[in-house]
């Protein structure tokens, strides 16, 4: 077979502060550094056109404290317990304070908040959360926010955007970020692009596992691009798995249905979730009770009712009913449209007649990139925000709509962060950039554009992987099932070396070194250490779902 021909690096583009992602975070920090000041320049690179970003397919809703009934305390303590401890508490505080500030600019920016009556913003439960301070725009909230902030960003013309053009690597030069080469998808040129400071906002990873509520372009780049260049990744143990996936294809069906009053029934009819201590069983829905408990909760509990045999099987394994019969056609096509369009068209079931076939399924990662509290990483220049980071405000599970409030008030913190920073900096210098560049073009033709020879194709691999963590780390990790290589990472690491990595392997950060500290609820369990004495019975829960403890 001919050899293709190889990619070619194009002269340096620059700019002050350059994102990778388009995604909620992405373009939330874009604007948040726009206002920084008018002379900085912003470029954003994305894979896929931003408004394709997977913030688009949130569907249930967005945090924040906005009702008398309501409290900061509240909602810290909320995301405290539902994190079964392991938040930092100092992250949790300013994610509460500033959230509500974030929802209300978003409100400024167009975005169309489903409303009550009397004109204020509806809020709706959802688990984990002890009042309703689940703000919405019908099911498709992720969508509604995410145009808000794309076509806020269209109106700052430092904003340059390079859609589809997919990053490779980050550009480190004398110990600090100062770019990144990306491949334009279209033209097939490598680009190199240089800046004073870098923010990571490229999402989650959920599709390193089989079945996954996340898209095909979920694939944990930014931790890679991270990783690779020596940056610490925090928490990747804690993988979350959300109760109510579509069997096959994973497809979520969002946590709303269950905040607006639907039940989760064995193969007998029965709401089995009070046999796990979340009864009683009572018609209307109870905050942080039954189906409305936290979702680490519930898919663990899941995995018992099939080991009882009291799940239905089926041609995608095993399954238990979201009953939304009972809520009635008005309340459906009203508040939750996209449950019944899905459930239509990818399990051909209406919810208005019948009740919907569930599983739990790979949802989002709590882990990733280890920054501080304004999005700064260990590499200087380096920034991270959204799913992609790990400032910890999730601990061990993160509560269902804190994620999109979290891309908003992290996003702000690191543009904000970046722009301060690059206003201090000088231009890079491009020589030893475009040195840094050329390797990366080496790379990108050795090991894939022109490759010849070897036996593998990067398709067996990904599923291979994907079917390892499904197995050891999955819904029953160590029960029964073949977890070979997860069990040696090292096994990874070699089949992956060739392909990703440059360097030697820098550290996966563990969080066992903090001890209470001087956060919102000082002393009251932060940190592994304390966590038995401050929430008895909590820490059962943290590792149900995620890797094999070392
Ligand atoms: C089905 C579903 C429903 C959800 N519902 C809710 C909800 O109701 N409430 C809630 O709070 N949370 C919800 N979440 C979680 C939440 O939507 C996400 O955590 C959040 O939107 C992530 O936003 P982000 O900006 O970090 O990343 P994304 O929106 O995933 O954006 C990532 C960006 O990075 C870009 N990118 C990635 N890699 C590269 C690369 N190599 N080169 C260039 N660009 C790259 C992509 O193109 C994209 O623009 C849901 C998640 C899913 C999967």
Redesign the pocket.
């Known amino acids: 077979m001919p050899a293709r021909a190889g990619v070619q690096i194009m002269p340096m583009l620059t700019h002050d502060i350059l994102l990778?992602?388009?995604?909620?975070?992405?373009l939330r920090a874009a604007i948040a550094a726009a206002e920084v000041s008018a002379h900085l320049s912003i470029g954003v690179?994305?894979?896929?056109y931003?408004m394709r970003?997977?913030?688009v397919?949130?569907?249930?809703?967005?945090?924040a404290v906005m009702r008398d009934n309501d409290s900061l305390d509240l909602h810290a303590r909320d995301t405290i317990f539902g994190a079964d401890f392991l938040a930092d508490q100092d992250a949790v505080e300013a994610f509460v304070q500033e959230a509500p500030r974030e929802v209300i600019q978003l409100e400024h920016w167009g975005c169309p908040w489903s409303r009550d009556p009397d004109g204020r913003v509806s809020v709706r439960s959802f688990g984990g959360m002890s009042v309703n301070r689940t703000l919405y725009a019908a099911d498709k909230?992720?969508f509604h926010m995410l145009h808000a902030l794309f076509q806020t960003s269209l109106k700052y013309d430092a904003i340059v955007r390079y859609d589809e053009?997919?990053?490779?690597q980050l550009l480190v030069e004398d110990g600090k970020a100062r770019g990144v080469v990306?491949l334009n998808i279209y033209t097939g040129e490598v680009q190199a692009i240089a800046a004073k400071a870098v923010i990571l906002?490229?999402?989650?990873a959920?599709r390193i596992f089989p079945f996954t509520?996340?898209a095909a372009?979920?694939?944990g780049?930014?931790m890679t691009?991270a990783y690779r260049a020596g940056v610490a990744l925090k928490d990747m143990e804690f993988v979350q798995y959300h109760p109510t996936g579509l069997p096959g294809t994973g497809i979520?069906i969002?946590?709303a249905s269950r905040g607006e009053g639907g039940h989760l029934k064995n193969k007998d009819g029965y709401r089995y979730l009070q046999d796990y201590g979340l009864g009683p069983a009572t018609d209307q829905p109870v905050l942080r009770k039954m189906e409305l408990g936290p979702r680490d909760i519930l898919s663990r509990v899941h995995m018992q009712e099939y080991q009882k045999g009291r799940t239905f099987e089926g041609p995608y394994g095993h399954y238990v009913h979201l009953d939304l019969r009972h809520l009635g056609e008005e309340l459906i096509d009203k508040r939750l449209p996209f449950v019944r369009e899905l459930a239509r068209n990818y399990v051909g079931i209406d919810p208005v007649y019948e009740p919907i076939p569930v599983r739990p399924v790979v949802?989002?990662m709590m882990g990733g990139v280890d920054t501080d509290m304004t999005g700064k990483t260990a590499l200087e220049g380096l920034y991270a925000?959204?799913?992609?980071a790990c400032v910890s405000l999730n601990g061990a599970n993160r509560l269902?709509?804190?994620?999109?409030?979290e891309?908003l008030v992290f996003?702000a913190r690191a543009g904000r962060a970046a722009a301060e920073y690059a206003l201090e900096q000088a231009a890079p210098s491009l020589n030893p950039l475009t040195l840094l560049a050329s390797d990366e073009e080496r790379r990108l033709n050795e090991h894939f554009l022109n490759k010849d020879g070897g036996q593998e194709r990067i398709a067996t691999i990904r599923t291979e992987m994907q079917k390892n963590h499904g197995a050891g780390c999955g819904d029953l990790p160590g029960r029964g099932r073949a977890a070979p290589d997860l069990q040696h990472p090292a096994a990874i690491a070699r089949a992956f070396y060739p392909y990703c990595h440059r360097g030697p392997w820098p550290r996966l950060q563990h969080r066992a070194h903090r001890g209470p500290g001087a956060g919102f609820y000082a002393g009251r369990g932060r940190g592994r250490g304390a966590l038995g004495a401050a929430a008895p019975g909590v820490a059962r829960f943290t590792h149900a779902y995620g890797f094999p403890r070392p």
Request: aromatic share 6%; hydrophobic share 25%; charged share 10%.
């Open positions: 990778v992602g388009g995604g909620g975070a992405g690179v994305s894979k896929v931003p970003s997977h913030t397919s949130a569907e249930g809703g967005t945090a909230t992720g053009w997919y990053v490779s990306a906002c490229t999402g989650g959920g509520t996340n372009i979920k694939t780049d930014g691009l979520l969002t946590e949802h989002y925000a959204g799913e992609v269902g709509s804190n994620s999109l409030t891309c996003g």
